[in-house]
């Protein structure tokens, strides 16, 4: 039996929190400061061996439909695996799926925000039904009714996995369905119909070609109304205590995402109450992925830290050619590089979060604009850092038990749902076209005094936002990536050391940054910029 050498201890027993620089200063910057002592109790509970270990469970044992019981009824229900359900009810007691609007406060999205961003670190399948309930909440609100009986649940940090009526439970979750087999972008396209039932309900009859989380106690779904698209909450059971008349078909075999299902579903007449007017169902059910959009953002974020915590975590302890990994001069500046993407993923985030707490018009304006652009930059760099993280680890990287395979195969997920990159980035144009004021705000964002490095590529920026090209759908990805790296140039340049703030501004701006990390030029810090990233256990 060979001997054991060489080998960096388990990154496990650590504060998520405490040991993140750069999630504790956007935590204090971004008006989160008051949840900092929750916030570490979660950071060290998500930390902890035995959550991780919950982490590795819920993904190696996936979700099973159960269509039929075993005397031939059907059921349509799914089952998890206990670690699904106890990574659930931290995520409840946290206050994940709701505390912003149970308890509004100053900071209250950006503290959420940094609970997610820290499970989301050991188990990112949960973060689905958490991001759906939490942007559920608003457009319930818009049926007093329905908010009336439902709000209360949806409050509920007591987590309740059983399939029962939701009158019947501690807490509700909510879900959504909205894509159908013909079409997912184009909502126009939704065949679902709705018909009036003599008390005011509706029967929607039809199917859904991605439904996530189907264990959920109701759904917003999508539906054609006599007055055209509207949005429904649909419950899994009906008001008479029966099962409600939705079957699901199948659970999608996914490339990630595994603890979590997503079904194919079909609506046999199932009831479900109007949310919001009849016939502008897509405008009420786009209020709730705003808040969706924004999670995708916390969730890659969350996966790029993960990598990269784990990757320097590893060339700390791992010696090559007699040095450290860390020491050896090409590691370091590979390192160094995807510190730069993981920062400045999360300071966008955060910033990003903070508008979600504040009602001034500007704040509206900015998260109409930055929400979608921030998701489509930060989504899209994921799977690269998690990719070159993964090498960092040498051959082990590969192997499931690192973790990095499944942070690599999670990422791609946040760019396709909730408005895929091309969506994402014609909307951002939309919302520079239409906002009131967008360019405005957008200019008082990027207001820099005295910055040379980044002036010329602001100004052109400005040009560029103004011009009538910025119509140009064909150039739609090049705007919105040169603006998100602007929002993140500034960023970094007003609250991270000045040396990562060069490090980015050198290898990310106005350069053609190349196609893989490590190409950092000579004269920037590289080794202070990857201690910063340093995970301490
Ligand atoms: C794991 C998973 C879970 C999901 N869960 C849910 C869920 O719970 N509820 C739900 O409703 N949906 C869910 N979805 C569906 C998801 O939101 C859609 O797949 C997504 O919105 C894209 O729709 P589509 O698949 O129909 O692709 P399409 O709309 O056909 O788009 C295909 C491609 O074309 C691009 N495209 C579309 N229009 C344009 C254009 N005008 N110009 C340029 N490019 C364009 C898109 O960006 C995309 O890349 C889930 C998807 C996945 C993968």
Aim: net charge neutral; proline share 5%; aromatic share 8%.
């Amino acid at each position: 039996m060979f001997e054991v050498q060489n080998q960096p201890p388990p990154l496990e027993g650590y504060n998520l929190l405490h040991s993140d620089t750069v999630l504790r200063e956007a935590v204090r910057r971004e008006g989160a400061d008051w949840a900092e002592g929750r916030l570490g109790a979660l950071g060290q509970e998500v930390g902890s061996a035995e959550t991780i270990a919950l982490g590795f469970a819920a993904n190696r044992h996936p979700p099973e439909l159960k269509t039929f019981d075993r005397f031939g009824h059907r059921i349509d229900e799914v089952e998890f695996h206990p670690a699904w359900h106890s990574l659930m009810t931290i995520a409840l007691k946290a206050g994940l799926h709701s505390s912003p609007w149970a308890d509004p406060k100053r900071g209250a999205h950006v503290a959420r925000a940094a609970g997610c961003y820290m499970l989301g670190q050991i188990e990112s399948g949960v973060l689905c039904p958490l991001a759906m309930t939490y942007g559920s909440v608003p457009t319930i609100g818009l049926n007093r009714a329905v908010a009336t009986e439902w709000l209360p649940r949806i409050f509920s940090r007591y987590y309740d996995p059983r399939f029962r009526p939701a009158r019947e439970k501690t807490s509700a979750l909510v879900g959504m369905a909205m894509t159908e087999n013909q079409g997912g972008s184009d909502l126009r396209t939704n065949t679902t119909r709705a018909e009036r039932s003599e008390d005011g309900s509706f029967r929607l009859t039809g199917h859904k070609w991605f439904m996530s989380a189907p264990m959920c106690d109701a759904f917003l779904v999508l539906a054609q109304a006599p007055n055209g698209i509207s949005c429904f909450l649909m419950p899994r059971w009906n008001p008479d205590n029966t099962r409600n008349a939705i079957r699901i078909n199948r659970l999608k075999d996914k490339l990630g995402n595994k603890s979590n299902a997503s079904s194919e579903v079909e609506f046999e007449g199932a009831f479900a109450q109007l949310v919001g007017e009849e016939g502008r169902g897509i405008q009420t059910i786009i209020e709730m992925a705003n808040f969706t959009r924004l999670d995708c953002s916390i969730g890659s974020s969350s996966l790029m830290r993960q990598a990269l915590a784990q990757a320097v975590h590893h060339a700390r302890h791992r010696t090559a050619f007699q040095r450290k990994l860390i020491d050896q001069p090409l590691m370091t500046n590979v390192l160094a590089d995807l510190t730069l993407e993981s920062e400045a993923a999360a300071i966008l985030t955060f910033r990003l979060a903070r508008a979600y707490d504040d009602e001034t018009e500007e704040a509206t304006v900015f998260r109409r604009v930055v929400t979608p652009a921030a998701k489509f930059w930060i989504c899209k760099r994921a799977p690269f850092v998690t990719l070159e993280a993964m090498e960092v680890l040498g051959g082990s990287g590969y192997i499931e038990d690192s973790i990095m395979p499944r942070l690599y195969r999670e990422t791609p997920v946040n760019s396709i749902w909730e408005g895929s990159g091309n969506v994402m980035c014609l909307d951002v144009l939309r919302a520079i076209e239409r906002t009131p004021r967008a360019a405005e705000v957008l200019a008082a964002e990027l207001e820099l005094d005295g910055e040379p490095r980044l002036r010329p590529f602001l100004d052109r920026l400005s040009q560029r936002l103004s011009a009538p090209d910025r119509h140009d759908e064909a150039q739609a990805r090049a705007l919105v990536r040169d603006l998100v790296l602007a929002l993140q140039a500034v960023l970094l340049v007003k609250h991270a050391p000045a040396g990562v703030a060069d490090a980015f501004c050198a290898s990310r701006i106005g350069t053609d940054a190349g196609a893989a990390f490590g190409l950092l030029p000579r004269g920037i810090d590289v080794r202070a910029i990857v201690d910063r990233a340093a995970p301490q256990n």
